[in-house]
């Protein structure tokens, strides 16, 4: 098969979504198929050429780091596209991985070329949006026009509505199936009628660098103070600021490192400042990235009702290291090997202290050797070869029909 993925950003930046398109190409040339991915052109310090699996649409850069961009979807993208997969063998299949421009182009595209569509939630934009603009339902309502017009003739006919969820079921009306990466997630977009069935199809780590990285951890526990490692983008909605203060007031005798880059690290950096064993270590590779989190003792996953997984804390499963957990959904979907933070439903001075609390309780047991051990059934299906298998599945059946 020769498969296309469409995403928002490229795959070189930063985020889980980059981190999982890039592991599904490579397993899926793995298996002997083709894989083109369409996504804007990078722009700023990190940007290279991509290589020739990749399309790199004429786009701008959106945030001050100029680590992501965007490509405006309409005629001359289209263009530029199809005169760029002239060169390529002919297209079986798109699989959208993305919510916004590159949903747009990857939705035009098929529909100009009658080719069946995969498209894999990866964002709950609601909770997204809300949480990085108290202008949310504006947005949404300008997201909503947007994809009208920007899909208007391709697919199903335009869908109504202004909330997030009218936005997703727009984007699912070209769909021939869609795709979630958790049954939490799978689940509200078939109450709120986005698609059904949803096929449940987790992110995955790559299974050769999860042996490597578990074949260089020490077979017994370092000595020391208990290590907790925080990874993720600096920006409101992974709650940063809000663990640092709970962790601030804990008082744990503790070492925590934290792994990423964003427009809150400093803001961050002042909350620890007094706090000798805090570490920002910035954004690090994926393969560096593993090896921190098998060489921890908890991962902190601090945002709440955002992630649709929350690729972090199978990471740590996968590597034998528990996690302190504050989203609800995201602990029930791992099933064991946490710490559960209570209280989500609360205010955030409340989710603060019960954060706080939690972070005690962990740091006691793994001092007293009692910290819980990860699922070995979520530890085996959070392998990228499984993941692989299943989505191949997925495509099989769209093209069968």
Do not use: C
Not at 59 to 71: F, G, K, N, Q
């Amino acid at each position: 098969m020769h498969i296309v993925f469409f995403g928002d950003q490229h795959l070189d930046s930063l985020g889980g979504a980059q981190v999982s398109m890039r592991l599904q190409r490579e397993f899926l040339e793995r298996a002997g198929h083709t894989v083109t991915v369409v996504a804007p052109r990078m722009h700023g310090p990190r940007a290279s050429a991509s290589g020739p699996a990749s399309v790199d649409l004429p786009s701008m850069p959106i945030t001050v780091d100029r680590e992501y961009s965007m490509s405006w979807p309409g005629r001359a993208a289209d263009r530029f596209l199809d005169a760029a997969m002239t060169h390529r063998p002919p297209v079986d299949l798109v699989h959208v991985q993305a919510d916004f421009w590159g949903a747009f182009i990857g939705h035009r595209y098929a529909s100009r070329h009658g080719i069946p569509v995969v498209h894999t939630m990866h964002n709950r934009v609601d909770v997204g949006i809300a949480a990085v603009t108290p202008l949310h339902r504006p947005v949404l309502a300008f997201l909503n026009a947007w994809r009208r017009r920007a899909l208007r003739g391709a697919g199903e006919q335009p869908v109504p509505g202004r909330d997030g969820w009218a936005f997703l079921r727009g984007l699912a009306a070209g769909a021939a199936a869609v795709t979630a990466p958790s049954t939490h997630f799978a689940r509200r977009l078939e109450e709120h009628d986005v698609f059904s069935p949803v096929d449940v199809i987790w992110n995955g780590i790559d299974d050769d660098l999860r042996a490597a990285t578990l074949a260089a951890a020490p077979d017994l526990r370092v000595p020391g103070r208990p290590r907790f490692v925080w990874l993720g983008r600096m920006s409101p909605e992974k709650r940063l600021l809000p663990f640092l203060e709970a962790f601030v007031a804990s008082g744990v005798d503790a070492d925590l490192e934290i792994i990423g880059g964003g427009g809150q690290r400093a803001a961050a950096e002042k909350i620890v400042a007094a706090l000798p064993h805090v570490r920002f270590a910035g954004r690090l590779t994926y393969p560096q990235t593993l090896a921190r989190i098998a060489a921890a003792d908890a991962l902190v996953q601090t945002s709440i009702g955002f992630e649709t997984q929350g690729m972090t804390p199978f990471e740590a499963a996968t590597l034998g290291t528990p996690s302190v957990i504050s989203d609800p959904d995201i602990a029930a979907e791992l099933g064991g090997g946490l710490w559960a933070v209570p209280g989500a439903e609360g205010s955030e001075a409340q989710r603060i202290s019960a954060l706080s609390e939690t972070l005690r309780l962990a740091a006691s047991d793994i001092a007293n050797g009692t910290a819980p051990a990860p699922s070995y059934e979520v530890a085996e299906a959070f392998r990228q070869s499984s993941r692989t298998a299943a989505m191949i599945a997925v495509y099989q059946r769209v093209l069968a029909r």
